[in-house]
C-alpha cells in the first residue's frame, strides 16, 4: 500500500524510509498515543470488537529503531498464519499474531503480498525509492526462493497473477507495468502509458490487464500484446489500489478501485463501464472482496473498516480499525476475519461476527 511524500520535481514521491509518514501535501499526525520506540511486541485488546491489536517491532530478532507502517498482509492458504510486510521486511506470525518467522527477503521495503491461483506459491513486490523494484516469488508452504527479478528503475507497489498462474504483473512507479514468467522471472513484456507512477494492477480471464496510477486514471490493456484497449477517467485524485472481484460464474469481469477523491468505484473493465459507485467521508486506503464477491471491505485513512455492498453501494457496517491510518488489509478464505495494517507498526485483527457498529 502506497507511501508518498513531496519530492522533486524529476521525482515527485518517493518512499518514506522512516515514520512517521507523509502523504502528499498532508502530514499524519501521531494519534495512537504510543511512543515511537514502543516495546518488541506489545499486545492491547480492543473491546469494541474483541481482537487483538500489537505493535511489530522486533519480531524475530529483527532490530528496529522505530516502528514502520504495516503496508502488506495476507492469509496464508490455510488460514493459520499471516504474511506481514513493511519498511522492516517480511515476516509470518500466526493466527494469534504470535512471530513464526522472519524470511530473508532482499527488498528493502515491502508493498504487496499475493498468493497464486493453486495456492502454491506467494509474489512479494517492493524495493528502493528511485533505484530499484520488483518481485520475489516464494514457494509456499516450503517458504524457498523461486527467483528475485527487480525490473524497474523504482518501487514495485503491487503484483497479480494471472488466473491459469503462469504469469504475474508488477505495477511500478517508474510508469511500468512488467508482465514476467512465474516459474523463471523471465521478463515478458513492458507496458508504457501512464504519465505517472502505477500503484495497483490486476490480471484478469482473456488476457486482460487492467493498472491504476497517481495520474487518477485506471488503463486497460490487451495483456498479450501489449495494446491499451482504453482509459478511464473517473476518478479524480490519484488511485490506491484496485481489486478484482473472485470469479463468478457467466459473470463478467469486475473490479474495484479506491482514490484520494474518497470514493470507491465498481467497474466493468471489458466494456469499459463504470457500474457505481460510494462517496466515503474518509480516504480508503486498502481494499479487498470479500470470497463470495458479494462486497468490498475498505480500509480508511481514519482507522476505520466499512463493508460497501457492490448491488446497492450501502454501507452495510463501519467498525474501528487501528489507532490512525490503515495501509493494508486482507480477509480469510471463509470470509471470517479481516487482518488491518497500518500506522506505527499496528496490525488487528477483526472478527466480522462481533461487529457491533451500527451501519451509516
Known amino acids: 500500500m502506497l507511501l508518498l511524500s513531496q519530492g522533486s520535481s524529476e521525482h515527485p514521491f518517493r518512499l518514506c524510509t522512516n515514520p512517521p509518514v ?25 473491546s469494541c470488537i474483541g481482537t487483538t491489536l500489537i505493535l511489530l517491532g522486533n519480531l524475530c530478532g ?33 493466527i494469534d499474531l504470535k512471530p513464526i518467522r522472519k524470511l530473508d527477503t532482499e527488498l528493502i521495503n515491502i508493498h504487496g503480498i499475493v498468493f497464486s491461483p493453486d495456492r502454491s506459491a506467494m509474489a512479494v513486490c517492493g524495493g528502493s525509492p528511485a533505484q530499484t523494484g520488483g518481485m520475489e516469488v516464494w514457494t509456499w508452504p516450503e517458504l524457498t526462493l523461486r527467483f528475485r527479478s527487480l525490473p524497474h528503475a523504482d518501487v514495485s507497489y503491487d503484483v497479480s497473477w494471472q488466473p491459469d498462474g503462469k504469469r504475474i504483473s508488477s505495477a511500478g512507479l517508474d510508469r511500468t507495468t512488467r508482465i514476467l514468467d512465474a516459474d523463471s522471472g523471465r521478463s515478458l513484456a513492458i507496458f508504457r502509458g501512464h504519465s505517472r507512477g502505477i500503484t495497483s494492477v490486476a490480471l484478469l480471464a482473456d488476457n486482460v490487464m487492467v493498472t491504476g496510477s497517481i495520474d487518477q486514471s485506471l488503463r486497460v490493456w490487451n495483456a498479450s500484446t501489449g495494446r491499451e484497449l482504453r482509459a478511464l477517467n473517473n476518478h479524480t485524485e490519484m488511485i490506491h489500489a484496485i481489486a ?71 454501507v452495510t457496517w463501519t467498525a474501528p480499525g487501528i489507532r490512525g491510518w490503515c495501509y493494508s488489509a486482507a480477509i480469510d478464505a471463509k470470509g471470517e476475519l479481516i487482518a488491518v495494517g497500518g500506522q506505527n507498526g499496528q496490525l488487528k485483527l477483526v472478527r466480522l461476527d462481533q461487529i457491533t457498529s451500527e451501519p451509516r
Open 22 to 46: 507523509t502523504h502528499p501535501c498532508h502530514a499524519i499526525p501521531n494519534t495512537s498515543g504510543l511512543s515511537p520506540c514502543a516495546p518488541s511486541l506489545e499486545s492491547r485488546t480492543a
Open 244 to 314: 478484482a472481484r473472485p470469479k463468478l460464474d457467466a459473470a463478467p469481469p469486475m473490479l474495484a478501485s479506491i482514490s484520494s477523491d474518497k470514493s470507491v468505484r465498481f467497474w466493468q473493465p471489458t466494456i469499459g463501464r463504470m457500474v457505481r459507485f460510494k462517496r466515503l467521508t474518509s480516504i480508503p486506503r486498502a481494499i479487498v472482496w470479500s470470497p463470495d464477491g458479494r462486497s468490498v471491505i475498505v480500509a480508511c485513512q481514519d482507522g476505520t473498516v466499512s463493508r460497501i455492498d457492490h448491488e446497492t453501494v450501502d
Open 62 to 94: 529483527a532490530a528496529i529503531a522505530a516502528e514502520s507502517p504495516v503496508t502488506a498482509v495476507a492469509f496464508a492458504p490455510d488460514g493459520r498464519s499471516l504474511l506481514v510486510g513493511s519498511q522492516n521486511g517480511l515476516r509470518q506470525l500466526a
